[in-house]
Nanobody, 123 residues
């Protein structure tokens, strides 16, 4: 099984920073795309940033220039550094990871979600 554990959310004031971390565990063959999504109250879940195994990165326009995504394949971790946070960034942030693993000599690929971590930006 694949487990994602997120950490780093919290309550901050506008202009402050937060660092979200997501650690992947399980008996895995490969971790492919790793990303962060968020869902604000009453809104659909949306992509914040995604990083491929080859380190290609895409950001939502709202995150461009303020957020930085990175990954450490040895630690099986994806990080989201968020700077100059705004009230509109308030949401539950979810880690999302594509992995491959072997079971009974067959290779499987699954898409997995973390449990979510609350980020609140308020004065």
């Amino acid at each position: 099984q694949v487990h994602l554990v997120e950490s780093g959310g919290g309550l901050v004031q506008p202009g402050e920073s937060l660092r979200l971390s997501c650690e992947v565990s399980g008996s895995l063959f490969r971790i492919n795309d790793m990303g962060w999504y968020r869902q604000a109250p009453g809104k659909q879940r949306e992509l914040v940033a995604i990083i491929t195994r080859g380190r290609n990165i895409n950001y939502a326009s709202s995150a461009q220039g303020r957020f930085t995504i990175s990954r450490d394949d040895i630690k099986r971790t994806v990080i989201l550094e968020m700077n100059n946070l705004k009230p509109d960034d308030t949401a539950v942030y979810y880690c999302n990871v594509d992995v491959q693993y072997y079971r009974d000599a067959s290779l499987y690929q699954t898409n997995n979600w973390g449990q979510g971590t609350q980020v609140t930006v308020s004065s």
